[in-house]
């Protein structure tokens, strides 16, 4: 079984800068596709990022892309999410996730989630 935790949401201005980690534990970890989602109040969930088992295959929703760079070290079981230039409709509870290696979908695993607040 997987377990994962995030780490390292806060509060921060717009056009800051936050990195978000998860540290996950398992048997099979570093075979296991990953993704970051987010979900503020009253939205759905939104998948962020995610990132193959090796890293050579990487996708990122359009809202993100240019800004935000998903990325693993499976040697620590670690998969990180920088955020940069955070705009306040960035503010959500993100979550990292096990996800299909196909289509991304969150499959079997989450976070308990850390909260990222941006505004001014």
């Known amino acids: 079984q997987v377990q994962l935790v995030e780490s390292g949401g806060g509060s921060v201005q717009p056009g800051g800068s936050l990195r978000l980690s998860c540290i996950a534990s398992g048997y099979t970890y570093s075979a296991i596709c990953m993704g970051w989602f987010r979900q503020a109040p009253g939205k759905k969930r939104e998948g962020v990022a995610g990132?193959?088992?090796?890293?050579?295959?990487?996708y990122y929703a359009d809202s993100v892309k240019g800004r935000f760079t998903i990325s693993r070290d499976n040697a620590k079981n670690m998969l990180y999410l920088q955020m940069n230039s955070l705009k306040p409709e960035d503010t959500a509870m993100y979550y990292c996730?096990?996800?299909?290696?196909?289509?991304?979908?969150?499959?079997?695993?989450w976070g308990q989630g850390t909260q990222v607040t941006v505004s001014s």
């Open positions: 990132i193959s088992t090796g890293g050579g295959s990487i």
């Open positions: 996730a096990t996800v299909g290696c196909i289509g991304w979908s969150p499959v079997g695993y």
